[in-house]
């Protein structure tokens, strides 16, 4: 099975940590994010993996190397020259995925304890375009699903902005989820791509044809899940690891 890992962010709120290295490279508990993600995919069964890399990618590309790709088959996506967002980042990609079988997207400083395997399960067994790892946390903006776990809608809570391809749409009818930054997205999602930038956002394309192809959400109900995306986080991440 096939994995991209979106680790081509700056980190911003992670500095000054990400002054001299990517987010990617953070170390909890001794080991870098990315390690973590890696290993956790190569257990659940993907064994080739392609990591996207812009902020010292250098590095990353190096660590890999130096772990001889962890005994499974790593590639990179480059978007040194320019950084293209997480569609962006899917759709460059796009060549990795040539086999025709969906494959899964994982944020790297994304920590859970999600089945990996299940989750892909699912995606094969619902024939969704895609199907998003979602989760109850309290959050400022949610994506909306109706009672079939269909995606429909986006709402931010603090600015009451809402978003729809379809007309009329009452954000109150609709189950809040929020999103985790793991899914598993089938091929088919490139040709809807095709019309998009180099340069845009996964939500904004889900939300922009969901209303076309069926985007569902996974939902377990004990998950844990950590965002390790601000120095807050860091000591937290250590208790989740160890």
């Not at 996207?52 to 890999?64: A, C, R, W």
């Not at 480059?78 to 995925?97: C, H, Y």
């Not at 939500?203 to 922009?208: R, V």
């Amino acid at each position: 099975m096939k994995a991209l890992i979106f680790a081509a962010g700056l980190g911003t709120r992670l500095k000054p940590l990400t002054d001299s290295l990517p987010k990617a490279l953070v170390p909890i508990a001794g080991k870098p994010l990315l390690q973590y993600v890696i290993e956790k995919l190569k257990s659940a069964g993907f064994d080739e993996i392609i990591i996207n890399i812009h902020h010292f990618g250098g590095q990353i590309i190096d660590f890999v190397r130096q772990n001889n790709a962890f005994g499974i088959r790593i590639e990179f996506s480059d978007e040194r020259e320019k950084l293209l967002d997480t569609g962006g980042g899917i759709k460059k990609a796009a060549r990795f995925f040539e086999d025709g079988k969906p494959f899964l997207v994982h944020n790297v400083d994304i920590l859970s304890d999600v089945d990996l395997e299940a989750l892909y399960r699912v995606h094969l067994r619902t024939g969704s375009a895609a199907t998003l790892l979602t989760s109850y946390r309290e959050t400022s903006r949610y994506l909306l699903f109706d009672e079939n776990d269909t995606l429909q809608g986006w709402i931010n809570k603090k600015t009451g902005e809402v978003k729809s391809p379809r007309k009329n749409f009452a954000p109150e009818n609709y189950r809040e989820r929020a999103f985790s930054g793991i899914h598993v997205l089938s091929p088919e999602i490139f040709d809807y791509m095709t019309a998009f930038p180099d340069t845009f956002s996964i939500i904004d394309f889900y939300l922009s044809v969901c209303d076309k192809i069926p985007i569902k959400s996974f939902n377990p109900p004990k998950l844990s899940l950590l965002d390790v995306g601000k120095i807050d986080s860091l000591r937290e991440a250590k208790k989740f690891v160890v």
